[in-house]
């Protein structure tokens, strides 16, 4: 425990274990003091993703579950992983047996200390609950299931979101969305000129009003000596002004392209989430239940099936993959009319995946 002490103090280099927390105690502190951060993990591009992700997983069948796993793997078990693989790379929970069934705890806050050996780490884990906080303290791999989006060998008891390693998408995201909110968030309304009568200190109240403008009207002296015998106003004088956010075209646009270069850097094609029609939204989907869901899934699955003794356990998105039965109709009928057998063809095309689970 000194040992580990010693390494979080900083004799070892661990900046990948401490930059999430930086980042929120950072943030913390500069909202404290009525700043705005710029937090990659706030921005709507990256929820997007994990929303995506975990509501895949909920919706996700368990099978050859064994009787001890019981009801611990619910829907909103499976959609927090999923949620959490995106948002921060990992999600552990301790596992505790109560009447002969599986509980999985989440952990809010964890640290982990051992060899390199994965079966020798011991986890310290922060279990919340609305009174309290309960510490479980030296407690061995074996009864905590630790999911990880990915590793990196310099620190592989921790792990590597798709933000973490894509820092500058996930900054620029950020970034750019806190200076349209800025924009947004300034005073905003509109100038109504009225009649000059020369005895309201205009310019001091006027400063006052925009600052706390929040949509209204603001009344102004007209640039006009009088109403009647004066000079006729300038062109436009009594017409009403709008002041107010006003973000650039570019500012706008690249929200939009940071946006997407966080969904990819997740995996996910910005399709998903835009109107660019339904074969490109059937076919990003394809490749996000392919390409990114089913692959999570196996990791989840693995760690699973060694941490539950559930050596057959299986994540399967048999209702999801619905959406794909036009695709693997169409690659079946093309390559029958190729000449494969229709058995050859079923399986290759995938048709025979419903069936097998």
């Not at 300038?234 to 392209?257: C, E, H, I, Y």
Request: aromatic residues 6%.
């Amino acid at each position: 425990m000194i040992n580990g002490l010693m390494r979080r103090l900083g004799y070892e280099k661990r900046m990948a274990d401490s930059s999430y927390t930086d980042a929120l105690v950072a943030a913390i502190t500069a909202n404290a003091r009525g700043e705005q951060t710029a937090f990659p993990t706030a921005t709507a591009a990256l929820e997007a993703c994990a929303g995506l992700v975990g509501r895949s997983f909920s919706a996700a069948e368990i099978k050859n579950a064994p009787d001890h796993v019981g009801e611990a793997l619910t829907p909103d078990v499976l959609n927090m992983i999923g949620r959490s693989l995106i948002r921060k790379g990992e999600i552990i929970f301790g596992i505790e047996i109560m009447g002969g069934q599986v509980k999985l705890w989440p952990a809010a806050f964890h640290d982990v200390d051992g060899e390199h050996d994965p079966a020798s780490w011991r986890y310290r884990l922060n279990l919340a609950g609305p009174d309290f906080q309960h510490t479980w303290n030296m407690t061995p791999a074996d009864m905590v299931a630790h999911f990880q989006y990915a590793r990196d060998p310099e620190t592989p008891w921790r792990g590597v979101g798709p933000l973490q390693v894509a820092q500058l998408a996930g900054r620029l995201s950020a970034e750019t969305a806190a200076a349209l909110a800025d924009e947004s968030g300034g005073p905003r309304g509109s100038f109504m000129p009225t009649v000059k009568d020369g005895k309201d200190p205009t310019q001091a109240k006027l400063r006052g009003d925009v600052k706390v403008a929040k949509g209204s009207m603001l009344f102004v002296e007209t640039m006009a000596a009088a109403l009647m015998g004066g000079t006729a106003p300038p062109s436009g004088d009594w017409m009403q002004k709008r002041f107010g956010a006003a973000p650039p075209d570019a500012l706008v646009n690249l929200l939009t392209k940071a946006g997407h270069e966080v969904m990819a850097a997740c995996g996910l094609n910005p399709s998903l989430f835009t109107n660019e029609g339904e074969t490109a939204a059937r076919e990003a989907w394809r490749q996000a239940l392919f390409g990114t869901i089913a692959p999570l899934g196996r990791i989840v699955e693995t760690e699973l099936r060694r941490k539950l003794d559930a050596p057959d356990l299986k994540l399967d998105w048999k209702e999801l993959r619905a959406s794909d039965l036009q695709a693997r109709a169409r690659s079946f009928k093309s390559m029958v009319d190729g000449g494969k057998s229709a058995d050859e063809a079923a399986a290759l095309s995938g048709l025979l995946l419903d069936e097998e689970g």
